[in-house]
């Protein structure tokens, strides 16, 4: 009786440190969020290159974000009346790392083209929010050099 008594109590204390210790194991834990969403001139939301919205600036036809592929979007960047401080682009989670690191090198180039100073990719969550996201990569455009911030 005694000893079932001792597991009963050795047993709890481990599953409980078990628990909170597996908490922090998450290697997105401590990289940075992104806390800027009222001053993004573009907002993209990225799935693949012929499932894009543009949210920002409003895009809606009849109240509906029309579906774009990434040549519309490029088309549609020069006749969009916008600022160009900030482009976010919003990445969908289902993608390998090669194919991001490919889709964030093809879309800093068309960005920067287009005039933008900053370009900022985040990673997909689960609401409409941009605050809170995990920031991807963070470049700055300086005159015709880029640099990762």
């Known amino acids: 009786m005694r ?36 001053t993004a001139s573009l907002v993209l939301l990225y799935n693949n290159n012929q499932n894009i919205f543009i949210t920002r600036p409003d895009t809606r036809e009849n109240g509906f974000l ?28 289902m993608r390998t790392a090669e194919e991001d690191e490919g889709m964030m090198s093809d879309w800093q180039s068309v960005l920067g083209t287009h005039g933008f100073r900053r370009v900022v990719f985040l990673r997909a969550g689960y609401g409409d929010e941009l605050d809170g996201l995990l920031v991807m990569r963070d470049l700055t455009f300086a005159g015709s050099d880029l640099s990762t911030r």
């Open 3 to 38: 000893l079932a008594c001792f597991r009963r109590w050795a047993v709890f204390p481990l599953l409980a440190w078990l628990a909170v210790s597996c908490g922090s194991l998450d290697p997105q834990a401590d990289a940075p969020r992104f806390h800027e969403s009222e």
């Open 66 to 93: 029309p579906l774009m592929s990434r040549d519309d979007v490029v088309r549609k960047l020069d006749r969009l009346d916008m600022g160009h401080d900030l482009a976010v682009i919003v990445v969908a989670n």
